[in-house]
Nanobody, 129 residues
Framework: QVQLTESAGGLVQPGGSLRLSCVVS????????MGWFRQAPGKEREFVAA??????????YYGDSVKYRFTISRDNARNSLDLQMNNLKFEDTGVYYC????????????????????WGQGTQVTVSS
């Protein structure tokens, strides 16, 4: 059984940066497509970014609201999926979840919660002045 464990989030000022990590245990990270979602209070869970396996490397996808500010990357040696978040905004506040699946979908379907099989417990990110 695979387990996903997110690193601690934190409190960041607008314009600041934060890096989240998701460590995969139980199986190799390279076995999975990996993603990040987030959920703000009172809102539905939202797609943030995904790393889809492709040949020897992978393809990355981003939600429109985080594109050009967030970067998803994978470190197979650490069995970790990272999310570098720059130029954070108030609206980036929420609980961030790591997700994984061995199934392959097109980039459109990967933006949907039902595409993902395993989830981390979530970590709080708060952007506030």
């Amino acid at each position: 059984q695979v387990q996903l464990t997110e690193s601690a989030g934190g409190l960041v000022q607008p314009g600041g940066s934060l890096r989240l990590s998701c460590v995969v245990s139980g199986r190799a990270l390279s076995d999975y497509n990996m993603g990040w979602f987030r959920q703000a209070p009172g809102k539905e869970r939202e797609f943030v970014a995904a790393f889809r396996r492709s040949g020897g490397g992978g393809m990355t996808y981003y939600g429109d609201s985080v594109k050009y500010r967030f970067t998803i990357s994978r470190d197979n040696a650490r069995n970790s999926l990272d999310l570098q978040m720059n130029n954070l905004k108030f609206e980036d506040t929420g609980v961030y979840y790591c997700a994984s699946t061995t199934r392959n979908y097109n980039s459109g379907h990967m933006r949907r919660e039902e595409a993902w099989d395993y989830w981390g417990q979530g970590t709080q990110v708060t952007v506030s002045s």
